[in-house]
């Protein structure tokens, strides 16, 4: 599996972004996906989970009610609506993919990654 992450970019505080994850190699509708971010000198830290029908979902407590996650398993992609947006929410967003149809929050139970889009909140 192949993620292609995409739709980050320079946003004003309180402002939107959509991140899309596009996976080719085979298809993920039974696969569970998150999204994860990272400021450089920090770990990896999990953003949101879905499980593989959209119907389970997962949120770190500081972008719940502002991030929202979904799938559309016909076109084999993820997204991140980002609502609101904070200076704090600066960072690469990264989606990954895991063989299991459950979300989960650690990122060593993800298999497979894409490269990364970076997201950057200033005024």
Known sequence: VQLQASGGGLVQPGGSLRLSCAASGRTIGSYAAGWFRQV??????????????????RYHPSVERRFTISRDNAKNTIYLQMNNLKT??????YCAVRRFMT?????????YWGQGTQVTVSS
């Open 103 to 111: 979300p989960r929050q650690i990122d060593r139970e993800y298999d």
């Open 40 to 57: 450089p000198g920090k770990e990896r830290e999990f953003v949101a989970a879905t499980g593989w029908s959209g119907d389970e979902t």
């Open 88 to 93: 704090e929410d600066t960072a690469v967003y």
